[in-house]
């Protein structure tokens, strides 16, 4: 395949092709105009002389036929060439018949071969204005060399063309030197995005950059943007991985060898289960935190809240812990909100909550509820939790109670998928009116 070359050679070679194309098309052009106005030059010149011609003649035309007797068959009188030398075109005098009466020295005898009509006519060599004398049935007929309008035509498209042929060359060399200058700005574009790897995924500065250049550059920027953002998943999920998977999978490791050990008591058999559990739970988590911070395959329809919410509460009423405890508030009328986001992402969301909330009520209700403004409510009426524990709430690995496995994990996920949709979320302990229970309330763009 051939190399396509460099972008600075490629624009000197256009620019040059549309430079010398439109000069020549402004060549003819000029060419086109500039023989116009020759011409027309020429016939006003030769209508000129024509008038001041016609009285000579037939003064000098009148003096020879009372000189000489007249004859049928006598030919045309021939004028010297001294009297009409200043004139410098052909002539002769005709009558109504055609018959050649009086005709210039040099005029040869094919010149004035076309019809005898006022007016100008060409054939293939001259350029003819026949006139008509007012009183008279004369004409007179002059004759101007066409080979002369075509010489200095000829001489204007030289000098149009000549200077084109000498510029080109001098012109290629400017144009090929500014589109290097300009393009310099593109060749330092092109080593600072060499430059990334992944270790430095900063963006790009934007300073002194042409318009369309800072609109590849931007693009760029978001590029590098998401591949940071992907890489700062992968390292958060390996902390948090770390973090989160040691202590469970260690209990359920210790659990095990004291089960062999001890010819597999049922209690330490299921500790261990138990400590499987926590380790596949957290580790559910962990996946649902690292899609919600990767962001890359949420979607934005429009999303039936209600239908939402009951799809949650009915997965939860299949566990019979959670049978009596969960409850439902829907709109009582009108029509159902409807939020722009990715359902299964907020599904998660609210699975969060609601497991949150079942697990930290010890035992109180739990309740789903979507009011008329579009909120997604998760509400609990149990002890809450004081103002301390509730900024912190939000923050990964941050447990408030040692049985289990704190809030941290689940409200960070929930909090980073609300943040990917553009919503808020917003936790209130105790319930408004209320000296107990937690509530979380989030806020999606409405469709």
């Known amino acids: 395949m051939k190399p396509a070359g460099k972008l600075a050679d490629r624009l000197t070679r256009t620019l040059i092709r549309w430079v010398g194309g439109v000069w020549l098309l402004c060549v003819i052009g000029v060419v086109w105009y500039v023989d116009g106005e020759i011409n027309y030059n020429f016939d006003h010149e030769l209508v000129e002389v024509s008038h001041r011609m016609f009285d000579i003649a037939l003064e000098d035309l009148d003096r020879r036929e009372g000189s000489q007797s007249s004859q049928a068959d006598a030919g045309p ?45 060409n054939d293939a060599s001259w350029r003819i204005y026949t006139v008509r004398h007012p009183t008279r049935k004369l004409f007179l007929q002059v004759a101007d060399p066409l080979s002369e309008r075509r010489t200095a035509l000829n001489r204007t498209l030289l000098g149009l063309i000549i200077p084109l042929v000498a510029v080109l060359p001098l012109l290629a060399l400017l144009l090929r030197r500014i589109a290097r200058r300009e393009l310099a700005v593109l060749q330092g574009l092109s080593l600072q995005i060499a430059g990334r790897s992944g270790t430095d995924l900063s963006p790009i500065p934007l300073q002194d950059m042409p318009q369309e250049l800072q609109v590849v550059t931007d693009h760029v920027n978001h590029l590098l943007g998401r591949l940071s953002q992907s890489l700062d998943v992968e390292r958060a999920l390996a902390a948090n991985a770390a ?61 039936d809240l209600v239908q939402l919410v009951a799809t949650v509460a009915q997965e939860f009423w299949q566990q019979p812990a959670a049978l009596h405890r969960l409850g439902l508030k829907v709109p009582d009328s009108g029509d159902a909100p409807v939020a722009l986001g990715d359902v299964d992402a907020l599904a ?48 990964r690995h941050v447990r408030h109670s040692a049985e289990h496995a704190g809030y941290g994990l689940g409200l960070s996920i929930v909090s980073t998928i609300v943040e990917k949709h553009g919503g808020w979320l917003e936790l209130r302990s105790p319930l408004p009116g209320a000296t107990h229970g937690f509530e979380a309330r989030i806020g999606l763009q409405r469709a």
């Open 77 to 121: 009188m021939v004028a010297p060439t001294p009297i009409f030398a200043d004139a410098a075109v052909m002539f002769q005098v005709v009558d109504a018949n055609e018959r050649v009466l009086l005709r210039s020295a040099e005029t040869p005898a094919d010149t004035f071969d076309v019809p005898l009509a006022v007016g100008f006519a």
């Open 348 to 395: 998660i969301a609210l699975r969060n909550l609601v497991e949150n909330a079942l697990r930290y009520a010890q035992g109180a209700a739990v309740e789903i509820e979507v009011d008329v403004d579009g909120h997604l409510i998760v509400r609990d009426f149990g002890p809450g939790v004081n103002d301390v524990e509730l900024h912190t709430l939000q923050q």
């Open 243 to 303: 973090h989160e998977l040691r202590t469970p999978l260690a209990t359920a490791l210790l659990h095990l060898q004291t089960a062999l050990e001890h010819d597999l008591r049922r209690d330490d058999v299921v500790a261990a289960l138990n400590a499987l559990r926590t380790l596949s739970h957290r580790t559910e988590k962990l996946l649902q935190l690292s899609r919600a911070e990767s962001s890359a395959s949420l979607t934005r329809t429009p999303v």
